[in-house]
């Protein structure tokens, strides 16, 4: 199992963000996440990547405990996230924006750096904008942007966080279609309000609300259920049988 959580609780106060969230994630699988605004799910790849401490539980990457580890030395053993928000260096270059991921997130060196940033941007369809200013990328390339920065790291867990917000159709094909490609060698967390978006690549979808999992279950049975229905898209469950 790459990824296995246990009773992970974590309050703001009077707002529950993570109310005893387990989850088992494999390599080659992508577990699909969804539920409405301030549900907790940024929360979530909070707690996971270490910028907030839980309140009680356990986080595990291949066995090992995360909880009490700071985000660099979880980023160094394998959890890589894209923000919901690209944040790039807007006057580096695409390659360079890569090549920073690859040294400060994974450490690694010369050489080394340098190929997995290039094998980053192959696999993202970003090679033929490498040397263009990170800045003045459209929307989707920005996205992409933010995944290669993730891989280049070479992690073992991959976070997306509305990775296909803002998109056209079209644009949320392709990334439908590089999340399905990444997944081959990674598992894969991805947040996102586009539920097509998510059967098409996700084994598995989980809801949060109120920072509990309500529902984890293949993406067709948890769109279909009343459950989903009602607090997701607020539709009450009596109106929508
Ligand atoms: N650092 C924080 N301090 C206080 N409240 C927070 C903090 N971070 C998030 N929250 C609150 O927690 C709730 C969940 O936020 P978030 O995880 O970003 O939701 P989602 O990504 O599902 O929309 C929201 O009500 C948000 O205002
Ligand atoms: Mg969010």
């Known amino acids: 199992m790459v990824l296995a959580v246990r009773g992970l609780c974590k309050a703001y106060g009077e707002v529950i963000v993570a109310d005893q969230v387990e989850l088992d994630l494999a390599s080659g699988e992508c577990l699909g996440v969804i539920g409405p605004n301030g549900a907790g799910k940024s929360s979530l790849f909070h707690l996971l ?11 595990r990457l291949a066995g090992r405990e ?12 394998g959890i890589a996230r894209a923000f919901q928000v690209p944040q790039p260096f807007a ?14 997130g994974a450490g690694q060196r010369g050489d080394a750096a340098a190929e997995s940033a290039l094998q980053a941007l192959r696999r993202c369809g970003l090679d033929a904008q490498a040397e263009r200013q990170a800045g003045t990328l459209p929307l989707l390339d920005r996205k992409r942007l933010e995944v290669a920065k993730g891989i280049a790291a070479a992690p073992q867990l991959l976070l ?4 296909a917000g803002g998109l056209t159709e079209r644009e949320v094909q392709a990334m439908v279609a590089l999340v399905h490609e990444l997944k081959r060698a990674y598992a894969v967390i991805w947040i996102e309000h586009i539920v097509h978006a998510l059967k098409a690549v996700a084994e598995r979808v989980m809801v ?5 999992k309500l529902l984890e279950d293949a993406p067709q049975a948890v769109m279909d259920s009343a459950v989903v229905r009602e607090i997701y898209m607020g539709i009450p469950a009596d109106a929508a049988a």
């Open 160 to 163: 997306l966080d509305e990775v």
């Open 208 to 212: 949060l609300h109120f920072g509990r």
């Open 49 to 59: 990547t270490g910028t907030v401490a839980p309140d009680a539980g356990s986080i």
């Open 91 to 104: 006057h580096l270059s695409v390659y360079e924006n890569v090549l920073a991921a690859a040294s400060f």
């Open 66 to 77: 995360l909880v009490g580890l700071p985000a660099h030395r979880r980023a160094r053993l």
